[in-house]
Nanobody, 112 residues
């Protein structure tokens, strides 16, 4: 069973940037789509971005122009580059392959 480990979160000021990483324990990126979700306190988990097995990308409207999803197949890693961060981006960020398998998440806090 594949496992995912997210990293790269932290505390950043509004307008700042972070790059999140999601490392998969097996070589699956060329076979499966990968997704980034986030969950803010008191809210449901929501989709942020995904990348297909062929490399096509999609981000939701709220982060379009600020967030970019990418991958490094050789490293079995998916990235989420987050620029121009806003306080409302504060959440725990998770990655998944669309199955019931999730990483432990990484906390992103945007605050001055």
């Amino acid at each position: 069973q594949v496992q995912f480990v997210e990293s790269g979160g932290g505390l950043v000021q509004p307008g700042g940037s972070l790059r999140l990483s999601c490392a998969a324990s097996r070589s699956i990126l060329s076979r499966y789509a990968m997704y980034w979700y986030r969950q803010a306190p008191g809210k449901q988990r929501e989709l942020v971005a995904h990348i297909t097995n062929s490399g096509s990308t999609y981000v939701v409207n709220d982060v379009e122009g600020r967030f970019t999803i990418s991958r490094d197949i050789a490293k079995n890693t998916v990235y989420l580059q987050m620029n121009s961060l806003k306080p409302e981006d504060t959440a725990v960020y998770y990655c998944t392959d669309g199955s019931s398998i999730w990483g432990q998440g990484t906390q992103v806090t945007v605050s001055s």
